[in-house]
Every structure is written in structure tokens, then in C-alpha cells.
């Protein structure tokens, strides 16, 4: 696999977890990195991205909460989440994607995704 997560599991609301992307084939190359999340029959949705600079941009769901960030040294991209809710319970997946025109200011879009995790699960109880 060339992209493969880690660091899920389960919290109680208010908690954190750190989820790790390990991905030497994208991280220090011209590919956007982001997360995405899938919930029980809901769609995947954009969850944060980092673009080849290091802009970030969020969702206004998670935005102040999460935190993307990459290690160009460790090929790794992480996710920080704190103040979990129990809607923040879902699949969620690493991605490597074009970049957008500019600089990034939305999480990525799936139609621009070349490659997929295999999702790490993430449950928050209340």
C-alpha cells in the first residue's frame, strides 16, 4: 500500500487522538496530502489538507479542533484531533491529491484524490 494510516480507536467526547499517514511516496513530492472522513451511510468529505508549502485549510466542522500537519523528514502526515464529539465517529482515510490553482483554502476534493488509504476507524462515545 503507498499510503497506510494508523492511530485510530476509540474516546470519550472531549478526548484526542493522533492519526498518522505513512506515505514516502507523496509527502515531498508536488501532491496536496489530506484527510477524509465516512460516516455510516454519509458521502466522504474533505476533513483538512495541506498543500506543498504547508497551507493548511479545514472544514468548518473540525476547524480549531484538528490539526493537519506533514513531516517531509519521516514521509508521514498527521492529524491531531481534540475536543472530539461523537459526530466526529467515522472512517477516516489519508489521501494524496492534485493541488488546487493557488494556494489551498478547502479541503480537497475527492474527485482529485490519486490515492487512498485504507481507513483507520475513529469512535467517539458520549
Known amino acids: 500500500a503507498q499510503l497506510v494510516e494508523s492511530g485510530g480507536g476509540s474516546v470519550q467526547a472531549g478526548g484526542s487522538l493522533r492519526l498518522s499517514c505513512a506515505a514516502p511516496?507523496?509527502?515531498?513530492?508536488?501532491?496536496?496530502m489530506g484527510w477524509f472522513r465516512q460516516a455510516p451511510e454519509k458521502e466522504r468529505e474533505g476533513v483538512a489538507s495541506?498543500?506543498?508549502?504547508?497551507?493548511?485549510a479545514y472544514s468548518e466542522f473540525v476547524k480549531g479542533r484538528f490539526t493537519i500537519s506533514k513531516d517531509n523528514a519521516k514521509n508521514t502526515l498527521y492529524l491531531e484531533m481534540s475536543s472530539l464529539k461523537p459526530e466526529d465517529t467515522a472512517m477516516y482515510y489519508c489521501a494524496a491529491s492534485f493541488c488546487p490553482p493557488g494556494t489551498i483554502d478547502r479541503p480537497l476534493s475527492v474527485s482529485t484524490v490519486v490515492s487512498w488509504g485504507q481507513g483507520t476507524q475513529v469512535t467517539v462515545s458520549a
Open positions: 495541506i498543500d506543498r508549502s504547508g497551507s493548511t
Open positions: 511516496r507523496y509527502t515531498y513530492s508536488g501532491y496536496c
